[in-house]
């Protein structure tokens, strides 16, 4: 389906209580969720669920919900994995993995469809800002802090 004027293809990933909205040009792929590999790694936070295969190479695979300060719920029958692409230009981590509680929805935001959210400061770090999509409050996720503190944990 091509974006319409301004239109941008988008997904709604949704969390335990919340929806992620990101540009589909982010998203390389969407697929059935399978239990990480646990994290190499001692003492390692409870958002990094461990990495997961994907395309012939390990992906970090990391829980949202738990990055952004709140309680991370068991994945559901439902789960999947997003792979995204990582914006930064960290070297040896092209790809950071989401688990999501169910199965993302396409979503064509127009650039008028996006309607802040006036929302506390307890929106979490993880999170850029809290809006409206055509209606469906949604969270923008901040990938730059996603990214560093993934890097943080396993960059080279």
């Known amino acids: ?8 293809r988008s997904l709604l990933l949704p969390l335990d209580d919340a929806y992620l909205l990101l540009p589909g040009t982010v998203v390389a792929e969407v697929v059935g969720y399978t239990t990480p590999q646990p994290p190499a790694l001692d003492g390692a936070p409870e958002w990094l669920l461990g990495t997961v ?16 300060g709140q309680t991370l719920g068991a994945p559901g029958t439902r789960a999947r994995t997003v792979v995204l692409k990582a914006l930064g230009s960290r070297s040896g981590m092209p790809y950071i993995a989401l688990r999501t509680r169910g199965i993302p929805r396409l979503i064509n935001v127009e650039r008028d469809g996006i309607e802040p959210l006036d929302e506390p400061d307890a929106l979490g770090p993880a999170v850029r800002e809290a809006v409206l999509a055509h209606g469906e409050p949604a969270l923008i996720p901040d990938m730059d802090y996603l990214e560093t503190q993934t890097h943080r944990l396993l960059g080279d």
């Open 1 to 8: 389906m091509p974006e319409s004027d301004g239109a941008i």
């Open 53 to 68: 295969a994907w395309r012939g190479q390990q992906v970090p695979c990391v829980a949202f919900e738990a990055l952004n």
